[in-house]
Every structure is written in C-alpha cells, then in structure tokens.
Nanobody
C-alpha cells in the first residue's frame, strides 16, 4: 500500500506561480511512474505530467513550457512547479503512483487561478 499526500495548492492570480508537492509513504525510487493529474468542474480527469524512475518526463500540450515535474528521491517527494498560470488551469490536482500493477491516488489539492 502506498499513501500519497499532496500540498501546495491555493489561490493565485493569472500569471502567477505555485509549486505542488506529493510525498509518498514509501521510497519513490521503487515506484515506476509518478504523475500529476487534474480535474476541473464538469470535466474528466486529465494527465498533466509524468516522471518515471528512469528519469524521463512527459507533459500535456496545454502545460508544456509552463509546468515542470521533478522528483527528490531522498525526500520521497514529487513536485509540480507551475508558472504562468492561467484561469483554465483551475482544477483539483491529484498525485498518482504506479507500482507494478497497482495504482494509488492522493486526496487532491485545489488550485484556483483568478483572472
């Protein structure tokens, strides 16, 4: 069982920045992939960014060049640095971990971007 705890959400004006954190209850070096998803009201949950244990990263087109995913294995934490935020980035952001065939989700953190 893997527990994930997100933090760092909040209210920010358009153009501002936030950094989300996701801390796992186990060593993230043993987790194949850790992702950030988001879900806006009335919309499906969508993948925002991925980082793998091999060091690769991937981003949704809508956030490329603005968001950066990174991991600190020593702290068992994955970060999502979000810059140049737009109102359409408003959503609940969820951390997800994939370990072998198992998927684990955090409880989510709200990000609200005002225009």
């Amino acid at each position: 069982q893997v527990q994930l705890m997100e933090s760092g959400g909040g209210l920010v004006q358009a153009g501002g920045s936030l950094r989300l954190s996701c801390t796992a209850s186990i060593s993230i070096g043993s987790i194949h992939a850790m992702d950030w998803y988001r879900q806006a009201p009335g919309k499906q949950r969508e993948l925002v960014a991925t980082t793998t244990s091999g060091g690769s990263t991937n981003y949704a087109d809508s956030v490329k060049g603005r968001f950066t995913i990174s991991r600190d294995n020593a702290k068992n934490t994955v970060y999502l640095q979000m810059n140049s935020l737009k109102p359409e980035d408003t959503a609940v952001y969820y951390c997800r971990a994939q370990k072998f065939w198992n998927i684990y989700w955090g409880q989510g953190t709200q990000v609200t971007v005002s225009s």
